[in-house]
Nanobody, 118 residues
């Protein structure tokens, strides 16, 4: 089992930056592929970014590429999402997730809300 707790959300203006954190507990953090997802009001949850546990390769949705950076600190069991040049369209609840051995994102945090005003 893995428990995930996100933090760092808030209300910002367009063009501002925020850094989200996700602290993991339970099984060895460094053994999991990790990802960030978001769900905007009235929309389905969508993929934002992911990072491999083995080689730290990163992947991004086209909508955030060049503005967001995913990273991890295995010593602190923490996943990060640095978000720059925020846009109103980035307004959503952001969730971190961890893959299980099945290859699916099985473990989810409770989410942290990001609101970007224009």
């Amino acid at each position: 089992q893995v428990q995930l707790v996100e933090s760092g959300g808030g209300l910002v203006q367009a063009g501002d930056s925020l850094k989200l954190s996700c602290v993991a507990s339970g099984r060895t953090f460094s053994s999991y592929h990790m990802g960030w997802f978001r769900q905007a009001p009235g929309k389905e949850r969508e993929f934002v970014a992911a990072i491999n546990w083995s080689d730290d390769n990163t992947y991004y949705a086209d909508s955030v590429k060049g503005r967001f950076t995913i990273s991890r600190d295995n010593a602190k069991n923490t996943l990060y999402l640095q978000m720059n040049s925020l846009e109103p369209e980035d307004t959503a609840v952001y969730y971190c997730a961890a893959e299980s051995d099945s290859g699916e994102y099985t473990y989810w945090g409770q989410g942290t809300r990001v609101t970007v005003s224009s």
